[in-house]
């Protein structure tokens, strides 16, 4: 079989949102051009510094060499945060993450719960099972990553930050969220990005349009020697996005392009809500650490975790005044 698209060379991967049978080449660039039209819809090409939140899984790499290729990498510097996960952060994954980025013209900055939070993932659980909180790893994590994230990219004055959420990444949490009824959480998802705070830097996801099974494919046909293990603490709590993920899958398996849909006619969607919601004010400060909360709220959700953990004293940490 021919490939569609060149019509010279053999086809390897066979598209079902598509109908498409593509060489490898072509398949590549096809990965490419979507992320290139995600990413000058919001203007990722204007940019003078994105900061790339990268983990060292798969769809980092992806990433880093789909940005590269319309992109000057001088423009792009990339962050990795060690969580502190016994068994699963390793040293050489790091330093492949480092060695590919820096072949790329990308340089890492590396950073660790430990170092910014002053616990490890694994002694914020250890404190929150102990204090009989039922509070799960990735609730701790999630929220930490966030504001680190965040903070690097205020630190370098990136004007972006990009992670590297796939589609199927998205469209489970839209599906998520509309379970869950959070409007604004909700609109958030839309390909546009909303700023809330003058601290928030802009998040932005690429590859947001691109199948999880086409950045795995992506990676294997580069060669990457990407993270391939699991997080261990997935498996002790299946969560709602485990079965979100399932039924997402049996629909896509039914009507190939199903998640594409989704996700197109949600941006629709949002950008219609976003058009006609008065976007409320400045979000507030959190009067700990002083980064930006949810509207009502005086203590953001990370020091309310870690004083509820027995790790953070409230008083203690009140500004003077
Ligand atoms: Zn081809
Ligand atoms: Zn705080």
């Known amino acids: 079989m021919i490939c569609n698209v060149c019509k010279a060379r053999e086809a390897e991967v066979y598209q079902p ?10 398949f590549i660039e ?5 992320v290139k039209e995600e990413s000058l819809k919001i203007g990722l090409d204007k940019a003078n510094k994105i900061l790339l939140a990268v983990s060292g899984g798969k769809d980092s790499y ?11 990498p001088q423009k792009l510097i990339a962050y990795n945060i060690i969580e502190g996960i016994h068994g699963y952060n390793r040293r050489e994954q790091i330093e492949q993450l480092r060695k590919y980025l820096s072949s790329l013209g990308i340089e890492l900055i590396e950073d660790s719960f430990k170092q910014s939070v002053g616990y490890t993932l694994d002694e914020m659980m250890k404190y929150s099972i102990g204090k009989g909180l ?5 609730t701790f994590c999630g929220g930490f990553r966030r504001k680190l994230i965040n903070n690097a990219g205020r630190a370098v004055s990136a004007d972006y930050v990009a992670t590297g959420h796939n589609l199927d990444d998205e ?16 609109i958030r998802f839309a390909d546009k990005p909303i700023k809330l705070s003058s601290k928030f830097v ?3 996801k690429p590859l947001r349009k691109v199948y999880e099974w086409e950045t795995t494919l992506y990676a294997y046909y580069s060669g990457y020697q990407f993270q391939e293990l699991e997080c261990p603490y997935i498996s002790t709590r299946p969560t709602l996005r485990a079965k979100v993920r399932e039924l997402l899958y049996m629909l896509e398996d039914k009507k190939p392009g199903t998640l594409l849909t989704i996700l197109e006619e949600f941006d629709k969607l949002a950008e219609k809500v976003r058009n006609q919601t008065q976007l409320k004010e400045e ?16 203590i953001c959700k990370n020091c309310e975790l870690l004083i509820s953990a027995g790790l953070l004293n409230y008083h203690q940490n009140l500004p003077m005044s």
């Open 202 to 204: 802009l998040r932005v």
């Open 283 to 298: 979000l507030p400060t959190c009067k700990i650490c002083g980064e930006p909360t949810s509207y009502g709220r005086e």
């Open 134 to 138: 039922n509070v799960s790893a990735c």
């Open 30 to 34: 096809d990965v490419r051009a979507r």
């Open 62 to 72: 992806v990433l880093a060499d789909t940005l590269v290729s319309f992109i000057d």
């Open 171 to 186: 469209v489970q949490a839209i599906i998520i969220n509309l379970i869950r009824g959070d409007l604004l959480r909700l």
């Open 17 to 26: 949102h598509s109908g498409k049978r593509l060489c490898r080449k072509c």
